[in-house]
């Protein structure tokens, strides 16, 4: 998919460092959970790829469950409104919640998601990110599991969009800086 689109210029990760630093962050959470029922909660539509290999790299007994919320619109840079267009269908009273997130940009997302999942009387929240931009960040978010700390580039690819597209790719790859300037 990616030979002849001029719009994505650069592997930034394979599938295979992908999966690599999946597994190793799957390790450190089926330890920090051992003896804990966990419900991973995937926000869509971006976590697809991550939450599906990151429950299959665990292991273990686990719940997942989705929600829907909208900070982007069709551009590259966020609005900060967050709106829920899908919520749980889990009660959160007394569980372990890990989210499950690709990316994390400004942070707005999950700083509004955290505060959000914390008023459902959880036994906890935690955040696990594939990806984050620490040059980026508008709203501090205290992640437990980040998988790489990523340059302020667009990336598109395992889950990441631009423009609904580009999610399918088993890479992680640089969008060419035409298509959205
Ligand atoms: C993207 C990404 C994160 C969020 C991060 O989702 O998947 O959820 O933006 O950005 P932030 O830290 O600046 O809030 P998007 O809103 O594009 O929806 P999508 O997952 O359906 O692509
Ligand atoms: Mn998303
Ligand atoms: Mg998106």
């Excluded at 999942?117 to 437990?144: G, H, T, Y």
């Excluded at 631009?162 to 999610?167: A, G, I, K, L």
């Amino acid at each position: 998919q990616i030979e002849g689109d001029l719009a994505v210029d650069q592997t930034f990760l394979t599938e295979q460092q992908i999966a690599d630093r999946l597994a190793e962050m799957a390790a450190e959470i089926r330890r920090d959970y051992e003896g804990q029922d966990l419900l991973l909660v995937g926000v869509l539509k971006g976590a697809v790829m991550v939450m599906a290999d990151l429950a299959r790299a665990l292991d273990r007994d686990v719940e997942m469950d989705w929600m829907a919320v909208s900070s982007y619109g069709s551009g590259t840079t966020s609005s900060g409104v967050v709106r829920i267009l899908k919520d749980l269908d889990a009660d959160l009273t007394g569980r372990h919640v890990l989210i499950v997130e690709d990316i994390i940009d400004s942070g707005l997302t999950l700083s509004w998601l955290t505060s959000n999942l914390r008023s459902r009387k959880p036994a906890s929240v935690e955040i696990c990110a594939l990806l984050r931009k620490p040059d980026a960040l508008q709203m501090a978010v205290d992640v437990r599991y980040v998988g790489f700390d990523i340059p302020n580039a667009f990336v598109v690819g395992y889950g990441l969009d631009y423009d609904e597209r580009y999610r399918n790719l088993r890479q992680i790859a640089t969008l060419a800086p035409h298509v959205y300037s």
